[in-house]
């Protein structure tokens, strides 16, 4: 790679880094009171606030997908992103002002559309990188993104009390309008004048290599449930409710700090062996809270949290990224994130079912069985093909 488009690219990185912060800052700035708000400031019950968010990550699913296949077949991938971020700014002006929870539904549509940056900022990150850089460039990313979250978190902490929803709303916008114009101002797209290259997309095109890879990835996230899981299991075993929000900054913050170097580490050590890595830290994560209730086990296991969650979320979209064709990497990306998206929901069902019926560490038990088929599935992925390019 030339020295010129060395630099370029990786200011090209460090701005989409940015931009991620900036964004994540603004929505966290949000969600510690986004249910509260639903409830009591619109009236909304639980059920709809339930519709609401159901609502939200359904549009998240498909508009990855979609917006990942749009985007390689118009070969386009900037537009995409800088209207995702407005889109998001946008909706939170609409929040602000909402006089009622039936304006919520079209407002967390627009919202939740805003992942149509997703595939398409991915893609453009992994297009831009090479084997040497590609876990590193993901890595500071996903650091941004939490970093952001963290500093939202706090910053709403500090100052609902004294400035309310309507205001929190409003200073929440002004951060992911600041993205779209980084990206808008600073991003320079190459135009890609081979036809060929963007051929019409079948699932044919993606290798088997890849599809196991989606397969056990789905597989793992139906043993993976929610977060809050990890919460309601500390405030059962005795933590006060007050700690809630503080094992929620550690979790981000641990991300924050170990998603660089681990992506980096990948770059090293291969993506396959920060994967398994990934599997093993929610193993000792799931034992931790089968075999003991003592306060610095479950701390512990919040701090593996956000390792686990650094190293999985940095190394899929490194891995998955390399293991596409390139003419179609938008549209793998989409795809493996809907997918994954879609296998949450019943997660944490599950989980919930297995709590009720059995006992609080029954998921776990299920969980640990279930990383373990993934981790027997990953030995068939493939490397070779991603260290190559």
């Known amino acids: 790679?030339?020295?010129?488009?060395?630099?370029?690219?990786?200011?090209?990185?460090?701005?989409?880094?940015?931009?991620?912060?900036?964004?994540?800052?603004?929505?966290?700035?949000?969600?510690?009171?986004?249910?509260?708000?639903?409830?009591?400031?619109?009236?909304?019950?639980?059920?709809?606030?339930?519709?609401?968010?159901?609502?939200?990550?359904?549009?998240?699913?498909?508009?990855?997908?979609?917006?990942?296949?749009?985007?390689?077949?118009?070969?386009?991938r900037k537009i995409f992103i800088w209207s995702g971020y407005l889109f998001g700014s946008l909706s939170r002006l609409g929040y602000a002002f909402a006089p009622a929870w039936q304006w919520l539904l079209p407002l967390k549509i627009l919202d939740r559309s805003g992942k149509i940056r997703a595939a398409p900022r991915d893609a453009f990150v992994a297009d831009i990188s090479n084997a040497q850089n590609?876990?590193?460039?993901?890595?500071?990313?996903?650091?941004?993104?939490?970093?952001?979250?963290?500093?939202?978190?706090?910053?709403?902490?500090?100052?609902?009390?004294?400035?309310?929803?309507?205001?929190?709303?409003?200073?929440?916008?002004?951060?992911?309008?600041?993205?779209?114009?980084?990206?808008?101002?600073?991003?320079?797209?190459?135009?890609?004048?081979?036809?060929?290259?963007?051929?019409?997309?079948?699932?044919?095109?993606?290798?088997?290599?890849?599809?196991?890879?989606?397969?056990?990835?789905?597989?793992?996230t139906l043993g993976a449930f929610s977060?809050?899981?990890?919460?309601?299991?500390?405030?059962?075993?005795?933590?006060?409710?007050?700690?809630?929000?503080?094992?929620?900054?550690?979790?981000?913050?641990?991300?924050?700090?170990?998603?660089?170097?681990?992506?980096k580490l990948a770059d090293k050590i291969g993506r396959k062996k920060l994967m398994y890595l990934a599997f093993l830290t929610w193993a000792v994560i799931c034992m931790s809270f089968i075999y003991s209730t003592a306060p610095v086990s479950i701390v512990s296991a919040f701090v593996f949290y956000g390792i686990h969650k650094a190293a999985l979320e940095t190394v899929q979209k490194t891995y998955t990224a390399e293991l596409c064709p390139e003419c179609f990497r938008a549209t793998g990306l989409g795809i493996f994130q809907m997918a994954i998206g879609i296998c949450a929901l019943p997660a944490s069902v599950i989980a919930g079912m297995l709590w009720d019926k059995i006992n609080m560490q029954a998921p776990f038990y299920f969980s640990l069985v279930i990383s373990l088929l993934a981790c027997c599935l990953l030995f068939f992925v493939r490397e070779s093909y991603c260290r190559t390019q």
């Not at 059920?47 to 968010?53: R, S």
């Not at 650091?143 to 929440?172: K, P, S």
């Not at 299991?233 to 409710?241: L, P, V």
């Open 1 to 76: 790679m030339p020295k010129k488009n060395k630099g370029k690219n990786k200011n090209s990185v460090r701005v989409f880094a940015w931009a991620s912060f900036l964004n994540d800052l603004g929505s966290d700035m949000i969600y510690p009171v986004w249910p509260l708000f639903v409830t009591s400031f619109t009236g909304a019950n639980m059920a709809i606030l339930g519709l609401i968010d159901g609502l939200g990550e359904a549009f998240v699913s498909i508009s990855k997908a979609f917006s990942g296949y749009l985007s390689d077949r118009i070969r386009k």
């Open 227 to 263: 977060y809050s899981f990890l919460l309601i299991f500390a405030d059962k075993s005795g933590f006060s409710a007050v700690y809630l929000p503080v094992f929620y900054l550690i979790i981000t913050l641990t991300a924050a700090i170990f998603s660089l170097p681990l992506g």
């Open 134 to 220: 590609r876990g590193g460039n993901f890595g500071l990313m996903k650091a941004m993104d939490n970093l952001g979250a963290v500093c939202g978190i706090i910053i709403c902490l500090l100052l609902f009390e004294q400035i309310g929803f309507t205001n929190l709303f409003l200073l929440a916008a002004l951060p992911s309008l600041a993205s779209a114009f980084l990206i808008y101002r600073y991003i320079k797209e190459n135009k890609v004048s081979d036809k060929k290259l963007f051929a019409p997309f079948t699932f044919k095109d993606l290798d088997a290599n890849f599809k196991l890879f989606l397969l056990l990835n789905s597989i793992f």
